[in-house]
């Protein structure tokens, strides 16, 4: 069963818009949540992580979002460039566990 | 330093092959998993392997799958008696400690089996 829902499947945003992945959880022992960047061929690269310890994080234009009492966290991409367009991964462990479980992952596109 | 090696890029077999895929971890880094990503899912944990031990295994399938990670030589995931539901992309992750933050990804491999 997935432990780790992510929506949508897919979005096209413009050039300079803002990109939202949504992630919800099942398992409350999750206590890390990073996300991964793909772009075609390649294997997932990790772009920005959380622990529950606080509600959002920021690194350049992408922000993490994180609900602890409605288990969901999500990613925001702002002033969404083309060279965005990638697959987006959402993914859960115990923190110090070597197991992600991973979502389904969003695929992003940005038109110019 | 080269990241995460796989090989090969992609992999065609026709049913009841074997298909062996190669993993090279990023030098200093002692600790490999398999992971392995059906169309239009998330990457699903296969194997945790140290250097001549399985660690964890529980996302094997039970049939026809092994794994190993040898003293000399890079990890191997074998898959025999390949069937059309086997075609995914199988991504070989490693880091430096037993934990999930320090990971990094190879390219993978796709397989596909005719």
């Known amino acids: 069963q997935q432990q780790v829902k992510q929506s949508p499947q897919s979005l096209i945003v413009q050039k300079g818009g803002i990109s939202i992945i949504n992630c919800a959880y099942e398992?409350?022992?999750?206590?890390?949540f990073p996300w991964y960047q793909q772009f075609p061929g390649k294997g997932p690269a990790l772009l920005i992580a959380?622990?529950?310890?606080?509600s959002e994080k920021k690194e350049g234009r992408f922000t993490i979002s994180f609900n602890k009492s409605a288990k969901q966290f999500s990613l925001h991409i702002m002033d969404s460039q083309p060279g965005d367009s990638a697959t987006y991964f959402c993914?859960?462990?115990?923190?110090?566990?070597?197991?992600?479980?991973f979502g389904a992952g969003t695929t992003v596109t940005v038109r110019a | 330093n080269a990241g995460v090696m796989q090989n090969p890029r992609h992999l065609v077999r026709r049913r009841g092959q074997e298909a062996r895929l190669r993993c090279s971890p990023m030098?200093?880094?002692?600790?490999v998993y398999w992971y392995r990503q059906l169309p239009e899912e998330g990457l699903k944990f296969m194997v945790y392997?140290?250097?001549?031990?399985?660690?964890?295994e529980s996302g094997m399938p039970k049939e026809r799958f092994s794994a190993e990670f040898p003293k000399e030589g890079p990890s191997i995931l074998r898959i025999q008696q390949v069937v059309r539901g086997d075609s995914a992309a199988y991504f070989c992750?490693?880091?430096?400690?037993?934990?999930?933050?320090?990971?990094?990804f190879g390219s993978g491999t796709r397989l596909t089996v005719v």
């Open positions: 993914a859960a462990s115990m923190y110090n566990d070597y197991k992600l479980s």
């Open positions: 992750a490693s880091s430096p400690n037993r934990e999930n933050y320090g990971y990094t």
């Open positions: 398992n409350t022992a999750f206590d890390y």
């Open positions: 030098k200093g880094h002692s600790h």
């Open positions: 959380i622990r529950p310890d606080v």
């Open positions: 392997l140290q250097k001549e031990n399985i660690i964890d």
